[in-house]
């Protein structure tokens, strides 16, 4: 494989200068503004902290993408996305369902076989791309949100919200390329604040469960 090879998948790309995608670029920041403001809020939290540098890290290697826009720093972009799934997983897993840790990593290990099965589906809608790559992501946390509804009521709610983010997240990324003659920016750039925006969401449901649990416990 060439890790060299420029990639143009963007309606804002329109060559392979560093800069060619300056509002694709510069809105990874909000991946790190995100981190940096729920960082000091989990405290004591080794889980929700961890989350929040990866979530840092998404930032970074999106940028990567976005500036030098090669087959290695498309590697940099998706597997820091991949870390934070599985690591999410493990969480919900662990604190949601109370399982201990080898229960809670195999249970983990199961979402590649689910990607394997669900993301050829979604490959077969129409129009939806390379957005079918992530497709599955808030089809299980639905999955999550609807299974916890009774044992944690309020924790399936953020859930269910945290999944109709990333939907409309997706909604912007799958359409970059169809309204770039009307948006020359494309919309990809809302893919990035609201997917930041979704996943500190996502880290702030699980602080607000330990917070009410360690409360509980008082």
């Not at 963007?10 to 990874?28: H, I, K, M, Q, S």
């Not at 981190?35 to 961890?50: D, S, Y």
């Not at 720093?73 to 996305?81: E, T």
């Not at 939806?128 to 946390?141: E, F, K, Q, R, T």
């Amino acid at each position: 494989m060439d890790w060299t090879r420029q990639i143009d998948s963007y309606c804002e790309r329109l060559g392979p200068d560093y800069w060619a995608e300056p509002v694709n670029a510069l809105t990874n920041l909000a991946f790190i503004i995100a981190a940096a403001i729920l960082w000091p809020q989990v405290r004591g939290l080794p889980l929700a902290r961890a989350l929040c540098a990866v979530l840092a890290v998404i930032g970074v290697g999106s940028w990567l993408f976005h500036t030098h826009a090669t087959a290695w720093a498309a590697m940099a972009d998706v597997l820091p996305i991949l870390g934070f799934i599985l690591l999410y997983i493990y969480t919900a897993n662990r604190a949601y369902w109370g399982l201990r840790p080898w229960p809670a990593l195999g249970l983990t290990a199961l979402f590649f076989p689910y990607a394997a099965v669900t993301v050829p589906l979604f490959q077969m809608v129409p129009g939806l791309g390379s957005s079918a790559g992530y497709a599955p992501v808030p089809l299980l946390i639905l999955v999550y949100a609807l299974l916890l509804r009774r044992r944690l009521p309020r924790v399936s709610r953020g859930l269910a919200i945290g999944a109709g983010i990333l939907v409309v997240s997706l909604f912007f990324r799958t359409i970059d390329m169809q309204v770039c003659r009307a948006v020359p920016t494309g919309t990809h750039f809302l893919w990035h604040v609201l997917n930041a925006t979704m996943l500190g969401w996502m880290i702030a449901v699980y602080r607000r469960h330990m917070l009410a649990g360690a409360g509980a416990r008082r």
